[in-house]
């Protein structure tokens, strides 16, 4: 990692208990690889499924078995703690997120921690407004559940943090793409190399991307500066980028151009024909009215399976995405810079330099039989 | 049933390679219906989806489960037809048992297994056969004391694709190995009830000593030996996901072995020989591609052109006869105590002089 995470940063967090939600997914887990550097660490992280913990089984970190939804669980957890990164989210139900915080909030301030860095999103502030966008930006109407479920969240850590001392800090990452980025890295790349990326011809907008590692850094700080505590940062990297050029560097990468444009109209018309998307949609809501909680995320893994397993990799954007990329947002970093010491290391070209490291690695056998 | 398993204990019985490539047909017990008295230690997912179908199949009902999961204990003893189930085995009768299956957590392998075996009771034990080389001197001294057989469920042995490269390597007729390159991969999805097998104590390493021994079992009997010119894995005082062997032969063959837990890597052997080469996939049997001698070579009446298609299941069956027949006929198992051993001592070689494994996009930052 880069200088940012020095070895005195590092030393910072030495006898510190950390307790880590998300760790067996991308962002939690490349923390748990960073904190993992520090010497003398005790680093706990929420476990739901074992079966997804082999990058995390790597070092030695306390697995405490159990969902957002284990009360008892998370009290236990965070007894000891001194700092708490919540990184996981549970796309089910964002009431059960929101309750989960309470839950952890709660339980960390009984436990008197040092910091709890929450990770919100840049979705909160879609549709994105035209021109630069930063922390002061109201945010505009929307029906879409994910940014909805993280508005309400950032305003629960807000109110810990305002009304009951909770030394909270809030971070809404941009783009987050590298090594193991499912959204932004692995599906693209499949599509690539399994099938067809879809763009729309109107993907004129511009992309704010942030390389993991820089990101990392940033929450790191967040957990190290006195000055992050009630506030909210967007963090994202040093340069933007045109979606069309995002999009290409992984087609020059893995050195196929299966990029086809469509139109926006034909885009849609092709995502409610996706019989799968059909029995996705029609099972969804019966999964999460009538089924219990642990057999919901059964069934939603096997719906996912079914996506990610069923014929070529078509990646087509969806509602949501084809709004971001004709977006023209800059994101302004200047309140992370100033007030956290963030300073990101890597400029678009560098991500990718690195990020090219990872495909090659990870789908090398895929590329030489597509 | 049992006094008369006892009174046959011949160790020295060679069994040929072809007997087994041949048969695969079931002995029937001393009164020509019964089938041993069989346990069934341990019913996580390898039993579950594997041992116990496979025992069904063959029409053998498991005399005892034991397992400390009283929901599943109860969901498969009804589902398998077991006569007996027990969450403990220091609370389970085992006195008209026969023979057991040891598919328990690694760490649990030397003492489950010691006490089955000091009674005389056989024992088939999942892989790998414990966790270090000391284990496994402990695990056979109790099956000699015990008189009693000890399998080891290197199950890739039973594929009849293996062994007829076992026979195609020996026989020569493609000439002496050159190179060999296995690269075996899949983002785990074994369904885990416990986080035994990421406790580094409890399973004894990583993706090498679990997926990676059936790997080093395999080259151990295709090639009779291997040496470690370089390992490297991801461990950071934990278990590895990813790992990177160097290997050659005494005969001059150099090879690659990797491994991961998080990447879809194309899961194949590739075996080039002076007058051939093979590429065949590891888990499914598939045959990639031949050239040259491989395509010519017949062995027990099979060549590649009819080599056939072996579901990852039946070699279940197969290890399951196999065991049967072992304690029927009084004979060793395919897979001996001593080969387990060796396998494990391997894996023990490998993490005594392990290197670290850099990610790619880790070493081009210089971290």
């Known amino acids: ?370 | 049933m049992k006094s008369l398993i006892k009174t046959t204990h011949a160790h020295t019985r060679s069994k040929s390679l072809k007997s087994v490539f041949l048969s695969g047909t079931l002995p029937k017990g001393s009164n020509g219906t019964q089938l041993p008295g069989l346990a069934v230690i341990g019913c996580g997912q390898i039993a579950e989806s594997c041992l116990l179908p496979a025992m069904l199949e063959i029409g053998w009902r498991p005399a005892l489960l034991v397992e400390k999961d009283s929901t599943q204990l109860h969901k498969l003893a009804k589902q398998f037809g077991a006569a007996a189930a027990c969450e403990t085995i220091d609370k389970a009768d085992l006195s008209d048992l026969d023979g057991a299956i040891v598919s328990l957590p690694n760490h649990l392998h030397e003492p489950v297994c010691c006490e089955l075996l000091k009674q005389g009771i056989h024992v088939l034990v999942e892989k790998p056969m414990a966790r270090t080389s000391d284990e496994c001197a402990s695990i056979i001294a109790a099956a000699q004391s015990g008189k009693a057989q000890l399998g080891v469920a290197h199950v890739y042995r039973f594929r009849k694709l293996n062994q007829w490269i076992h026979a195609l390597i020996k026989s020569g007729i493609a000439g002496p190995v050159k190179r060999f390159d296995i690269r075996v991969g899949n983002p785990f999805s074994w369904p885990v009830k416990s986080a035994s097998i990421w406790n580094k104590h409890q399973s004894g390493g990583g993706a090498l000593i679990d997926v990676g021994v059936h790997v080093i079992d395999l080259l151990l009997w295709w090639f009779n030996d291997l040496n470690i010119i370089e390992y490297l894995d991801d461990s950071e005082s934990g278990v590895e996901a990813e790992c990177h062997l160097t290997l050659s032969t005494d005969n001059g063959a150099s090879g690659v072995l990797e491994l991961s837990r998080t990447r879809q890597l194309r899961n194949t052997v590739i075996i080039d020989c002076e007058k051939g080469s093979l590429e065949v996939g590891i888990f499914d049997g598939s045959i990639i591609r031949a050239k040259g001698a491989a395509c010519e070579f017949s062995y027990a009446d099979t060549m590649l052109s009819n080599m056939p298609d072996e579901p990852w299941n039946t070699l279940f069956v197969y290890e399951l006869k196999d065991f049967a027949n072992a304690i029927l006929e009084s004979h060793p198992p395919l897979v001996s105590p001593s080969d387990g051993a060796r396998a494990v001592a391997f894996v023990e070689s490998c993490y005594s002089q392990r290197k670290p494994y850099i990610y790619p996009w880790d070493l081009k930052e210089g971290a």
């Open chain 1, 1 to 370: 990692m880069g200088t940012q995470l020095n070895l005195a940063m590092h030393n910072a967090f030495d006898g510190k208990t950390v307790f880590v939600t998300g760790g067996t997914g991308f962002v939690g887990g490349r923390l748990i690889e960073k904190l993992a550097l520090s010497k003398d660490i005790t680093i706990k992280a929420l476990v739901r499924n074992y079966a997804r913990a082999a990058r995390l089984a790597r070092f030695n970190v306390k697995m405490i078995e159990g969902s957002l939804t284990d009360t008892g669980t998370l009290e236990d957890a965070l007894e000891d703690c001194d700092i708490v990164f919540h990184c996981a989210l549970d796309l089910t139900s964002s009431k059960l997120n929101a309750s989960a915080l309470r839950t952890m909030a709660e339980a960390s301030l009984k436990a008197g921690v040092e910091r709890f860095v929450y990770l919100s999103s840049l979705a909160t502030y879609e549709p994105l407004r035209e021109g630069e966008l930063n922390e002061d930006c109201p945010y505009p109407p929307t029906d879409w559940d994910y940014a909805l479920g993280k508005r309400d969240a950032e305003k629960i850590i807000l109110n810990f943090a305002t009304e009951r001392g909770l030394p909270a800090v809030i971070l809404q990452p941009t783009i987050v793409y590298g090594p193991f980025s499912r959204n932004w890295t692995d599906r693209p790349v499949s599509a690539l190399l399994k099938g067809q990326l879809v763009l729309a011809n109107e993907s004129e907008g511009v992309c704010n991307p942030v390389y993991i590692d820089d990101l990392v850094s940033a929450i790191l700080l967040a957990a190290l500066n006195k000055s992050a505590i009630g506030e909210r940062f967007l963090v994202s990297g040093p340069d933007y980028v045109p979606w069309k050029k995002f999009y290409a560097a992984y087609a020059d990468i893995v050195g196929k151009q299966t990029f086809v444009f469509e139109s926006e109209e034909q885009i849609l018309h092709s995502n409610r024909l996706t019989l799968k998307e059909k029995l996705r949609s029609l099972l969804r809501p019966i999964v999460h009215k009538f089924i219990s909680q642990k057999m919901k995320h059964r069934l939603l893994g096997l719906l996912s399976t079914m996506k990610r397993e069923a014929g070529p990799v078509i990646s087509r954007p969806n509602a949501q995405e084809l709004q971001l990329y004709k977006s023209k947002t800059r994101v302004c970093i200047d309140k992370a810079k100033n007030l956290l010491g963030y300073n990101p290391e890597y400029p678009f070209d560098k991500g990718m330099q690195a990020t090219a490291h990872y495909i090659r690695w990870a789908f090398l056998d895929e590329e030489a039989n597509p």
